[in-house]
């Protein structure tokens, strides 16, 4: 079987993966946030008798621009100015999920799925515009035309606008439309001011965190360290004697402390007496599961991802290269911590959430709170950074588990930024075993991938089953369909291998995946399976050009002789770089990857003193199709490069008696402002249909810098984080 990971967070409809069935989260409804009497062709788009413009968000936006990207897409065709729109995040209903398969945003796949729907939804309402506009004036529809807001007729040179065609609009539901010629672009294309810069910048702009309701309390929760752990007994006397101290009970998760005040549920947290009781991985350390991985590599079968050739025919002849690479678990550390407002009274809920996944987070309050999911409100709100973390909404079951405790009041959960660093899903560690052989004119005539991870989707069906199937699905009905789920992915997981299959022209080819779960919770972070298999293939295929004596750049084109958008970013960054030509003490390293179906290559450029480098530079090309707004891109990724050089080159995530060591930035840091190199990026001219862009430019950093480092010290450096000496 094989799913791209696209496929399979549309299919799922959850970042956590767990069910590939095509069933609906939710019944028939009324579109959320509705005005009476405005003109509503489709559950993105109103526009009221006064004129106002109101474009239902269907997706989440976390920095990465999504709000100026899909709005300018329904603008352009509706015919009205971007700014001028006002943008709400949308309800939970089957219509925002048309986009996609699930209101989830993630994947980098926000533009793509949207690209055609909001085009159709704009166009659709300015073409029925068109018609009340002809109809009132009594002439064609060929005589009216549009400028941004109004509907012009050109015999009489009379104007009429949107909110004065709103009501009589709505007859005409089924008139025909045309989507505009790229040439006829007002806005997309653009590179225009980002419509949430003026909310960011003087908070204005909503997260999670600023939520204030009356008479609003705040809890924390008592976890346990260790994974797997359960409770035991706890012992909450002294601490209900603490001011502001509302309550003090168990959850699902641990022991919640309800307070007026953050500070004083915090502090309230540390006077209780808990006792947990180990779990199974008890014993569990980073070194034990190290020594797994190396024996499941050395002693084990997989599944055969892909293949062609043979591999193993091949690689008995001539000599073969062998290397073993690692990557070690990370975190996500969005700057705003998890946290989640929620009241619960009788059979009503509603909830505000940063969340990356409302409908999910819908389903998930139903699960634990028994209410109907039609009863529950999900309020979406600007997220603090995600990079996949807020698609689980393990948060979102504890704040409604707490509220249900105190029926009638709000109440914010707030997690510290220990609480998220302890109790993450995070990248999987994983080891690889890569093999391959040169044929006597330079060129790579074998390769085998030999892949040891977790599985992020395996066994996850039996858990979300009851959460995202129909609520007509009774529990144990819900439970065998979890299992069945889980045993699509009995051999091999689709989002830990991608990244793995290169376009390289290679005629005997394997990939082989060991699925090895040593239980510590996983989960997919900024470009998942390519941030540690692009790691891995693209500094292999630099060992294997240095083994042909070759130049990297043009070994890496002379096996690229049928994948032009593959070539053209390495040209771009190669010319844009300066290749081959470092300033004096700078060594350059590169890479190119195709993640999510956009194209990325990356030179970076080190210097290095001792066993200390520095990240100079970094220049990226990209090729993501047809570009809505190329400053947005840009920003997509430097933030990327950002991201993926903390990965690898700060500390990793280590465990030790089934729990993470490491507690907050101090120990667990990420990549600081002064560190940050050089970024520029190039935008290669597509007129494809767009494409990611949120984590394309992730992939290709780590090899790219872990090339340069060799190209400096001759030092291969095959695991992650890349340290020298």
């Not at 507690?663 to 520029?680: G, K, Q, T, Y």
Request: proline share 5%; glycine share 10%; with cysteine.
């Amino acid at each position: 079987m094989s799913v791209s990971r696209r496929g399979f967070i549309i299919g799922t409809a959850t970042v956590g993966g767990g069910l590939w069935l095509g069933l609906s989260l939710r019944g028939d409804a009324p579109y959320p946030n509705a005005r009476e009497g405005s003109f509503q062709p489709n559950a993105f788009l109103q526009i009221t008798p006064s004129g106002e413009v109101i474009f239902q968000l269907p997706k989440s936006e976390m920095g990465q621009g999504i709000q100026t990207s899909l709005t300018t897409l329904l603008a352009e065709e509706l015919d009205y100015e971007p700014a001028d729109i006002i943008i709400e995040y949308a309800g939970v209903h089957k219509d925002f999920a048309a986009a996609g398969g699930s209101q989830l945003t993630g994947g980098s796949a926000s533009i793509a799925v949207s690209w055609n729907p909001l085009r159709e939804a704009g166009a659709a309402a300015r073409a029925m515009l068109i018609a009340a506009a002809a109809g009132r004036w009594g002439v064609g529809v060929e005589s009216c035309s549009t400028e941004p807001g109004v509907v012009l007729n050109s015999i009489s040179g009379e104007k009429l606008g949107y909110g004065a065609l709103a009501e009589e609009a709505k007859d005409f539901q089924h008139t025909a439309f045309e989507l505009k010629e790229k040439s006829a672009y007002r806005w997309l294309g653009k590179s225009t001011p980002r419509l949430d810069r003026v909310a960011k910048s003087t908070g204005e702009a909503r997260y999670g965190m600023d939520v204030q309701l009356p008479g609003m309390k705040t809890s924390v929760v008592i976890r346990p360290r260790q994974f797997g752990a359960t409770l035991g007994s706890f012992n909450a006397d002294t601490a209900l004697k603490a001011n502001g101290v509302e309550a003090i009970f168990a959850i699902h998760s641990g022991v919640a402390v309800v307070a007026d005040t953050y500070w004083r549920a915090r502090k309230a947290a540390r006077l209780v007496d808990i006792t947990w009781l180990d779990g199974p991985l008890a014993n569990l350390d980073s070194e034990a599961i190290l020594a797994l991985q190396k024996t499941a590599l050395k002693n084990e079968s997989g599944h055969i991802a892909m293949e062609r050739g043979d591999v193993a025919l091949q690689q008995t002849r001539g000599e073969r290269l062998e290397s073993i690479y690692s990557a070690p678990y990370t975190h996500h550390s969005p700057m705003e911590p998890q946290n989640a407002t929620a009241i619960v009274n009788g059979d009503n809920c509603e909830i505000w959430a940063p969340t990356q996944a409302p409908d999910i987070s819908q389903a998930v309050a139903a699960h634990y709170t028994g209410i109907t999911r039609s009863n529950i409100v999900v309020h979406a709100l600007t997220l603090g950074g995600a990079f996949g973390r807020r698609g689980y909404v393990d948060f979102i079951g504890e704040v409604v588990a707490i509220a249900q405790q105190i029926p009638g009041t709000a109440v914010k959960l707030v997690w510290s930024r220990e609480d998220d660093m302890q109790h993450d899903f995070y990248r999987p560690a994983t080891m690889h075993g890569m093999t391959a052989t040169l044929a006597e004119n330079g060129k790579i005539d074998s390769w085998q991938h030999r892949l040891v991870s977790p599985s992020i989707v395996k066994g996850l069906g039996v858990s979300l089953a009851s959460t995202i199937l129909p609520e007509w699905v009774p529990t144990e009905m819900a439970r065998a369909i979890g299992r069945k789920s889980g045993e699509l992915f009995a051999g091999a997981d689709p989002t830990t291998a991608e990244g793995a299959k290169v376009a390289y022209d290679i005629p005997n080819f394997a990939v082989e995946q060991i699925l090895q779960d040593s239980g510590v919770p996983i989960g997919f972070w900024r470009s998942v399976g390519f941030s540690h298999n692009c790691f891995v293939a693209e500094s292999f295929v630099d060992e294997l050009a240095h083994a042909a004596d070759q130049d990297p750049l043009k070994f890496r084109l002379a096996h690229l002789e049928n994948a032009p958008r593959y070539q053209a970013v390495l040209k771009l960054a190669a010319e844009k770089s300066g290749w081959g030509n470092p300033r004096k003490g700078h060594f350059q390293g590169i890479a190119v990857v195709e993640p999510f179906d956009s194209f990325c290559a990356a030179v970076v450029e080190v210097s290095v003193v001792g066993n200390e480098y520095t990240v100079e530079r970094v220049v990226n090309a990209v090729d993501c199709g047809f570009v809505l707004n190329p400053d947005i891109v840009a920003a997509q990724v430097e933030s990327a490069v950002i991201y993926g050089l903390g990965a690898a080159m700060k500390p990793p995530i280590t465990i030790s008696g089934g729990a993470v060591q490491q507690s907050n930035f101090h120990d667990a840091p990420v990549l600081r402002m002064n560190e940050s190199p050089v970024i520029e990026t190039y935008i290669v001219q597509s007129d494809e249909d767009p494409t990611g862009i949120g984590e394309i430019g992730l992939p290709a950093v780590a090899p790219a810098l872990a090339n340069a480092l060799f190209a400096a010290t001759s030092k291969r450096l095959r695991k992650l984080p890349l340290v020298l000496g």
